[in-house]
């Protein structure tokens, strides 16, 4: 057997990426209409930079990034801004969109092509991926360029690419590895040139063979850069479970960060938009979204512009099968269930899951902690979530701070494990939103 | 507007949105499953009466719960398979031959009081089907020390009275004991496969362990408990079991009498009365056995596992507050890429 990296604890969800593993990326159609959010990022939301009635072109900016934890949109297609107002966001929340109507002619903007891309400083290299309004594309979707430009006195040396893909269903990164290693490392190779590190490494679960083979073909010869297998688990694609699967070290607790043991972690999705950004001078306006789920007639992996509704996704998917209960954005165990399915796709969405009746559990008939200790057996952070549910449950919100409750990053493990089907996450959220950190 | 429908019937809920398949009453009738091949062989050695005593304790124990619940218009929750759990075990710690009574008001205590007034199910502090007997013990306590010679003749409704290894051990000695099996091969054998006198369902160590290894297998308890019980009642009676001086006693007979293996494995080891979390489960394990050996050889009781898992009990909380899991990010920054390699 092969060695794999991995972490301790943990669950083991069933994957279910059989229904779109194989299925090579295919454009989605072009949207007759985007509702592009200014906000689709951890940080300040980017300021308008059209008004109602503008013509814009394809990739020309539309929103600019304010503050330094911020990131910059752009439009995905070529029209006319038709609205800029409050819409609903895949998070829950209205947020500013500017909505874009086709002219159907998907004209862009002028690119700057950059062949002799790694001759770029650092400096260069961060810049272009601040324009491009580059992202996390794993679902975090905090800046890039900001999580690579830590402060001075943090010494990194290990650059870690996310390509793990620990989410039961999703196969967005799979697919990008399949199809595009070379540009992945090539977003691999700048990403550690722009922090100035020699270390490279690529984890991915074992139970992607084709991508291992292909991610590893593409980085040979590459110096510095090595490709790991991992133990198929979740959360594997949490950064602080890469980082202790990968290294060995364990970010600290109560709000440590990865730059405090040397490491930044980056998507494989967001690697190849580097690239893009820094070679052709490509800003974000499209991302590979898996549309899975026995809940949808045809499920595929498709490369949507960013702005595209939820409902004109699953129309190009043969629409929702017979028996759909719930469509959720995002990955089953952290993504967020939707009510309204005119939401638009932004960059952080990794997958549309719609699930079907029998793929659906329902939690309203939770009972009381048995106190089985299960969920203490899985937590990945080494929590107690027996006790902060149960202390949750009863109001006293600030004791369960003694349990560590700012550590839990709400992965949902102990909830797919507990027997009382107890809606552990929901009373983590509550406890946090009645205490402060500290 | 068939879309539009659509949306307003889609489910919203906070994720995860997939889940484990395990659910509390699937983990309660493993657990009774689980105890069936020692059940049957009660019924083998003791005959009817063993079969009236079990039925007359699941009967009323789901019954009780059921009466309970449906009074104070609380949900129903018989189906959960855990009064019927209790009920079970309680059966598994009463001696065959009692009046029809007795099981009926252990029931009664187990549940009623034990279990429904502290909460029901995850909020009771000590394991139901201990206190009830426990109460039993202490009521009826000429009742609850009569055995009777195990049969095989299934017929027999009038088997004669006799004492339990361990009794004949703390009166008469471990000479006495042997001699009243045989050989000590003899008696192992006899402990091993349950032909020996004693409560319903602890006898045969045999049929326990089969359920136990399946519990195991299917996680539905870890090894933490039952181990460092089992161990710990070990090292103690080969430490100060014996007569001639320390370490001259026989762990074996200890190990595989009274109500050790079906107490380890099956009481000791119910989650609402454990530690949850797995060191302090070994605490919890090492102080059951401490107890058990405490009582055994200093107490008035042949017998101590049931008020040592009892007395574990109150501490169980203690413990888990004292305990805490491994923390994640504990450990400093290592340079271990080097020695990955
Ligand atoms: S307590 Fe938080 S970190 Fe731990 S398993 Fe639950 S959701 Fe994950
Ligand atoms: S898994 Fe559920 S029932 Fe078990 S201890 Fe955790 S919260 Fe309680």
């Keep these: 057997m092969v060695r794999t990296d991995t972490f301790k604890r943990g669950v083991h969800p069933h994957d279910s990426k059989e229904l779109t593993a194989g299925n090579p990326t295919q454009n989605a159609p072009l949207p007759k209409r985007v509702v592009i959010p200014l906000s689709q990022h951890i940080g300040a939301p980017a300021k308008a930079e059209v008004s109602i009635g503008d013509e814009v072109k394809k990739y ?30 895949p998070s829950g929340r209205m947020v500013q969109s500017v909505v874009i109507e086709s002219d159907e002619k998907d004209e862009g903007i002028a690119l700057i092509d950059t062949p002799d891309f790694m001759a770029l400083s650092a400096d260069e290299i961060k810049a272009l991926i601040r324009d491009a309004g580059i ?226 559990i329902s939690t309203d008939e939770y009972s009381a902690c048995i106190r089985c200790g299960r969920c203490i057996d899985v937590c990945p952070m080494g929590l107690n979530p027996s006790m902060i549910s149960i202390l949750s449950e009863k109001g006293r919100f600030e004791e369960t701070k003694d349990y560590n409750l700012f550590d839990c990053f709400e992965c949902g493990s102990c909830a797919f494990v507990c027997p009382s089907k107890r809606p552990m996450v929901q009373f983590v959220r509550l406890a946090k939103s009645q205490t402060k950190p500290g | 507007m068939a879309e539009e429908k659509k949306d307003k019937q889609l489910i919203v809920s906070v994720s995860p949105h997939v889940r484990d398949e395990e659910s509390v009453s699937k983990i309660m009738w493993s657990v009774n499953f689980a105890l069936f091949p020692a059940l049957i062989a009660s019924f083998y050695y003791f005959g009817p009466r063993a079969m009236f005593v079990t039925a007359l304790c699941i009967g009323s124990s789901v019954g009780f719960e059921y009466i309970y619940q449906r009074s104070l218009n609380k949900k129903i929750s018989v189906h959960d398979g855990s009064a019927f759990l209790t009920g079970l075990l309680l059966a598994m710690n009463l001696p065959p031959d009692l009046p029809f009574y007795i099981p009926i008001v252990g029931s009664f205590v187990a549940i009623v009081i034990v279990k429904q007034l502290f909460g029901g199910l995850g909020y009771n502090v000590f394991n139901p089907a201990l206190i009830g007997r426990a109460f039993l013990l202490i009521t009826w306590t000429k009742a609850m020390t009569v ?60 049929f326990l362990l089969i359920g136990a290894l399946y519990l195991l297998y299917k996680k539905y308890i870890t090894w933490h408990i039952p181990v460092s019980f089992m161990a710990t009642v070990g090292l103690l009676a080969w430490a100060f079991g014996g007569k001639s001086g320390l370490f001259s006693g026989d762990p074996i007979i200890h190990m595989m009498s009274g109500g050790l293996v079906l107490g380890a494995f099956f009481m000791a080891t119910d ?18 056995g401490a107890l058990t050996m405490l009582i055994r050889l200093k107490g008035g009781y042949p017998e101590g596992v049931m008020f040592a898992i009892l007395l574990m009990n109150c501490f169980a909380p203690l413990i888990d507050r004292g305990v805490k899991p491994d923390l994640f990010g504990a450990v400093k920054k290592k340079k271990v890429m080097e020695d990955k390699k």
């Design chain 1, 135 to 360: 992202v996390g594309l794993g679902g975090a979707a905090f800046p890039t360029n900001v999580k690579l430009s830590p402060p001075k006195e943090k010494t990194i040396d290990v650059v870690i690419l996310n390509g793990a893909e620990c989410e039961p269903y999703l196969t967005a990164d799979h697919r990008l590895m399949v199809e595009q290693p070379k540009s992945i490392v090539n977003g691999l190779k700048l990403i550690m040139k722009a922090v100035g590190v020699t270390n490279g490494y690529i984890g991915i679960e074992k139970n992607k063979p084709d991508a291992i083979e292909a991610m590893k073909k593409a980085s040979e010869g590459e110096a510095g850069i090595e490709v790991r297998p991992l133990t198929v688990k979740y959360p594997q694609g949490a950064e602080k479970m890469l980082i202790k699967a990968i290294t060995g070290r364990e970010v600290p607790g109560k709000g440590g960060l990865p730059m405090d043991v040397g490491a930044v972690v980056q998507n494989v999705g967001t690697a190849l938009a580097v690239y893009e950004a820094v070679r052709f001078g490509k800003p974000l306006i499209e991302r590979i979204v898996t549309v899975t789920g026995r809940g949808v007639k045809e499920p595929k992996n498709l490369m949507v512009r960013i702005g595209t509704l939820v409902s004109e996704i699953i129309k190009d998917c043969g629409g929702l099968a017979e028996g759909a209960v719930k469509v959720i954005s995002g990955g089953p165990m952290m993504g967020f269930a939707q009510w309204n399915l005119d939401v638009p796709v932004i960059k952080g969405t990794s997958g549309i899951l719609v699930q079907s009746e029998d793929e659906f």
């Design chain 2, 147 to 206: 055995w009777k010679e195990p049969t095989a003749a299934f017929a027999a409704l009038d088997a004669k009275t006799t004492a339990t290894p361990l009794g004949i051990l703390k009166e008469e000695g471990i000479s006495k004991l042997i001699e009243a099996f045989g050989t000590k091969s003899d008696l192992y054998m006899s402990l091993f496969t349950g032909h020996r006198a004693g409560s319903l369902g602890e006898t045969s160590v045999i």
């Design chain 2, 271 to 288: 989650y609402v009365t454990c530690p949850t979390i797995r060191k302090g489960q070994i605490i919890f394990g090492i102080g059951c």
């Design chain 1, 60 to 89: 020309q900016l539309i929103g600019s990034a304010p503050g330094f934890v911020s990131a910059p949109v752009h439009a995905s297609i070529s029209g006319k801004v038709v609205a800029i107002s409050d819409f609903l966001h």
